[in-house]
């Protein structure tokens, strides 16, 4: 593998962000983020092929994106059993660096101790111990990261590295190069084969099939990393929008991968049992009593006020298997006293299964969804599950959501998952769930 040498004009090709941001700055990009997300509906430069192909859209987080191109249950098995491609250029990159860089980011971030040329999942934390984001963050060195932001929170992750790198003085350069490039989600068992003829295709000279979990490559002008948000193996690729054209045909026409849509990623990561910001946690609902806690550095300085916003909210999130349809909707009540903060139809389980959090913990025998969400049909319906806090193999059974990943070197990707062993087409699936 070619070691990856950065320089600064390299660098200088992706600065969206100044070094200094005046107050005026911020209002001024406050103010564009408002007109965006209310007013008019971004679209990622692949906007055009994908209409071309048949994309069904949607609106997220200001953001005009494929929900599915004809069926999402279709584009979630072809994840599952050979790779699918998503379009994930919403989301936010943004280069950290600096003499202080790793001050700002050990401040800030939950994981406090990150290798060279590894990256690591975990949640950006304000001073009063609130989770405003989870997000990815690599470390090329000391003076040199590379932050993922989910697209609804960016400008809320820049605001708080920004005050704190103000406050505390730290010589630190904050570049958004999020308009500038084009982001990729190579998902599927197939991936490892299909992105070398992709990166073939597209004339970038690395050999990445010997990438670890979480290791990344970054040039200047190219990012790749082993990661994904699907419980499958994968890749996430970004470069210059320039290139999104090139980078679409080599995908579609010339390695034939499915593009995917919003719907089969959140079938894709609810099977894994990954959490998704705003729904399933949140600035109130905490990782803490998410079974997270292994994302969080018992060292990190803000656990203390992580664990009193805890205290104040209470709350436990557990995974829910139903026997059978309707699928529960979002914001639907629970007997034992909880919330159904996200549900889809598995397609490996064939039942339909959802995120609940709980006011406790200490319930037993069986759970009745008693209310209505987001226009829910399964109101007063009293759908039952069986309630088992630590058993395995009953019917509809609420598991903890803990678990580890398919070997050592995965388990920071399939954190959860909603099965210990099913089979598709043939193959065993080893997502293990909650224990």
């Known amino acids: 593998m070619r070691k990856s040498k950065i320089s600064d004009a390299q660098i200088k090709n992706f600065r969206c962000v100044n070094q200094k941001f005046s107050n005026n700055f911020l209002i001024i990009s406050k103010f564009s983020f408002i007109v965006k ?3 008019l509906r971004m679209e990622t430069p692949f906007y055009t092929f994908e209409k071309e192909r048949g994309a069904f859209f949607t609106d997220f987080a ?9 069926s999402a249950i279709q584009e979630a098995l072809e994840v599952r059993r050979n790779a699918g491609f998503f379009d994930i250029t919403h989301m936010g990159r943004v280069i950290i660096r600096g003499k202080d860089s790793e001050k700002l980011i050990s401040l800030v971030f939950t ?6 040329g590894r990256g690591a999942y975990g949640f950006l934390v304000d001073q009063e111990g609130r989770v405003v984001d989870d997000v990815v963050i690599f470390k090329h060195s000391s003076e040199f990261f590379i932050a993922i932001f989910n697209a609804s929170r960016k400008q809320k992750d820049i605001e708080l590295i920004l005050y704190e790198r103000e406050k ?13 490039t084009i982001f990729i989600a190579l998902q599927g068992p197939s991936s490892p084969v299909k992105i070398q003829s992709i990166l073939q295709k597209l004339k970038i000279p690395y050999e990445v099939s010997d990438l670890k979990r979480f290791s990344f490559i970054f040039d200047g002008d190219f990012f790749i990393s082993r990661t994904g948000y699907t419980g499958e193996d994968g890749f996430e690729f970004f470069l210059h929008s320039d290139n999104a054209e090139s980078v679409w045909m080599a995908l579609c026409e010339n390695v034939g991968v499915r593009p995917c849509g919003l719907a089969a990623r959140d079938i894709l990561r609810l099977e894994a049992g990954l959490v998704l910001y705003g729904q399933d946690i949140d600035e109130y609902n905490s990782p803490l009593g998410s079974h997270l806690e292994k994302f969080i550095s018992p060292e990190f300085g803000r656990l203390r006020e992580m664990k009193l916003v805890f205290e104040k909210n209470k709350s436990y999130l557990y995974g829910v298997v139903f026997d059978s349809p309707p699928i529960p909707k979002r914001g639907d ?9 996200s549900s889809v139809f598995s397609v490996v389980l064939g039942k339909p299964i959802a995120f609940v959090r709980f006011k406790d913990i200490g319930f037993g025998g069986s759970l009745t969804l008693v209310g209505s969400g987001e226009s829910s049909k399964s109101e007063g319906e009293g759908t039952m599950v069986g309630v088992d806090k ?5 019917r509809g059974e609420v598991r903890r959501s803990e678990g580890v990943g398919r070997s050592e070197e995965r388990k920071e990707f399939e954190v959860l998952a909603f099965t210990r062993g099913e089979t598709v087409r043939g193959r065993t699936k080893k997502l293990p769930f909650f224990k």
């Open 390 to 394: 630590g058993g395995v193999g009953r």
């Open 62 to 70: 200001g953001w005009r994106l494929p929900l599915h191109f004809g």
């Open 37 to 39: 997300f209310f007013i």
């Open 333 to 341: 009540r629970t007997n034992p006293d909880g919330v159904v903060t």
């Open 111 to 116: 994981r406090v101790k990150v290798e060279n």
């Open 168 to 180: 505390n003085s730290f010589d630190v350069e904050i570049n958004d190069i999020s308009d500038k």
